[in-house]
């Protein structure tokens, strides 16, 4: 298939640039698969839609403090990291933006004293040791939110707590798994009252999300790599959800990775493995069945496997008929719900 049949136009007053002061206080569009129907719905009424037995589930990764500003030791020259993943508590993997390119063995300074050393190239990602410190707290003590580059504006103390989901516990994320940034206490009370049961997933989100795709043709396109996390408490549920006709509910193209990933490969549970999985139409899914899921960027592998999840040309029809209803999109815009 053609990128360009993944495109569509987006002015920039259509993309949120604050987070909501109540994160349930979001627009909801559900797309009903049967009958090809869109509602305009409020996400704090998102349980009437959840039956109790369906599972729902959510990753648990926690966004890290992932963007640095330094210097270079010897010349004072301006460099920007963004820490794409955290190898050891020595050493991390990152992108790195400079006035003149960075040699091996080049010291930069962050702050006032902690140095790093860049030490490796590995697919064009740079690796850094870090002499003087750990790496948790050169993050901690000089780590900014990583807020996506749609979001034209410095990150700010509203940022720390709203880029972060409330289920957020595992650090290693560079980018918020955004379709559970709508969930709050609210809709977690309505969920419970229901008896409807959450689990969790962990995958660690990588810049990789933001990239387009830059083939003409998608099958030509290498998708990036994620590390995911499936644990035994959650396939159990799984498997008592679809006993009992239950469906799963993906919170995020994040979850719907790391499931599908898992249940392809028949991998073992309570453990770290790697993805690069490029869901794309004629896909067919293993294992979720409806997707709650923000709106995504054009000629995105999101945007794409969102396609995959329903139709290319419903989908696009929706986004359209979401600019008319005026909801934001991206990281803090509105949210779907793809049943």
Do not use: W
């Not at 039956?51 to 992932?66: F, Q, R, Y």
Request: aromatic content about 10%; proline content about 4%; some cysteine.
């Amino acid at each position: 298939m053609n990128i360009s049949d993944f495109d569509f136009i987006l002015p920039k007053s259509f993309i949120a640039q604050t987070p909501k002061n109540t994160r349930s206080d979001s627009k909801l569009l559900i797309m009903k698969r049967d009958g090809d129907l869109l509602i305009n719905e409020n996400f704090k009424n998102i349980d009437k839609y959840i039956s109790p037995n369906d599972l729902i589930i959510v990753n648990d990764t926690k966004v890290i403090p992932a963007r640095l500003y330094g210097k270079r030791k010897n010349t004072n020259g301006k460099v920007e990291i963004l820490v794409e993943r955290i190898l050891n508590e020595k050493n991390i993997l990152c992108q790195i933006k400079s006035t003149r390119k960075l040699k091996i063995n080049d010291i930069v300074i962050i702050g006032n004293n902690i140095e790093i050393k860049f030490i490796e190239m590995l697919n064009n990602l740079a690796i850094f040791d870090t002499l003087n410190s750990t790496v948790e707290k050169l993050l901690s003590n000089h780590g900014s939110v990583p807020l996506p580059p749609y979001i034209s504006r410095f990150p700010d103390d509203m940022d720390h707590e709203f880029y972060q989901t409330i289920f957020a516990a595992k650090n290693g994320s560079v980018a918020s798994p955004t379709a559970a940034l709508h969930f709050d206490q609210e809709v977690l009370k309505k969920i419970r009252n229901k008896k409807i049961k959450i689990c969790n997933i962990t995958l660690h989100i990588g810049m990789g999300t933001f990239s387009p795709i830059k083939t003409k043709n998608i099958e030509n396109h290498s998708m990036h790599s994620e590390l995911y996390y499936v644990s035994q408490d959650t396939v159990n549920h799984i498997k008592k959800c679809k006993m009992n006709n239950g469906n799963i509910i993906a919170v995020g193209t994040t979850v719907a990775r790391a499931l599908e990933s898992f249940y392809s490969s028949k991998n073992k549970s309570n453990v770290f493995h790697e993805t690069n999985i490029f869901i794309k139409p004629g896909y067919n899914f293993k294992i979720v069945d409806h997707l709650i899921t923000n709106f995504h960027l054009p000629r995105s592998s999101l945007l794409v496997m969102i396609c995959a999840f329903y139709n290319r040309n419903k989908v696009l029809e929706a986004y359209e008929f979401a600019k008319k209803h005026n909801y934001k999109f991206f990281s803090y815009g509105d949210s779907t719900m793809i049943i």
